[in-house]
């Protein structure tokens, strides 16, 4: 069974745009235009970075950036667990169901915010690293 990681299992939607946009502008210099990803016709990070005509160079910085966002709020205030996320993916452990994240998000920060999970955490599949659209990640 596979599952989002932002704002499926962990509410992290707010901070996880906000942290994209603050990175972005620190690497970038300029506002992020939209965190309305629909209208970019984009679902991963990678894809997002394409469709706002970021150069390739620039997508490790803006990664590293977004992550060191990541880093110090995950010390401080890790995202709740969706309620019954954790016990959930226990029981589905427990009946012998594999469990995985397929997710837009970029690879080590998706592995920063799973391991707030503990025990319970799946193994991450699938990053913005692994396809453009939310189709190639299920791939």
Request: hydrophobic fraction near 45%; proline fraction near 6%.
């Amino acid at each position: 069974m596979l599952f989002d990681l932002d704002d499926t299992l962990l509410m992290t939607g707010e901070r996880e745009d906000r942290f994209f946009g603050e990175a972005f502008r620190e690497v970038l210099g300029r506002e992020l235009p939209t965190t309305d990803w629909d209208a970019l016709g984009a679902s991963t990070d990678h894809a997002i970075l394409r469709a706002l005509d970021v150069e390739a160079e620039a997508v490790e910085p803006i990664a590293r950036a977004h992550e060191a966002r990541w880093t110090r709020a995950l010390a401080v205030q890790p995202p709740p667990a969706r309620a019954g996320a954790r016990s959930a993916l226990r029981r589905l452990g427990a009946l012998g169901i594999p469990t995985g994240v397929a997710t837009g998000g970029f690879a080590r920060i998706s592995r920063r915010k799973l391991a707030t999970l503990g025990s319970a955490a799946p193994p991450l599949l699938a990053t913005s690293e692994s396809g453009a659209t939310r189709a190639d990640l299920l791939r």
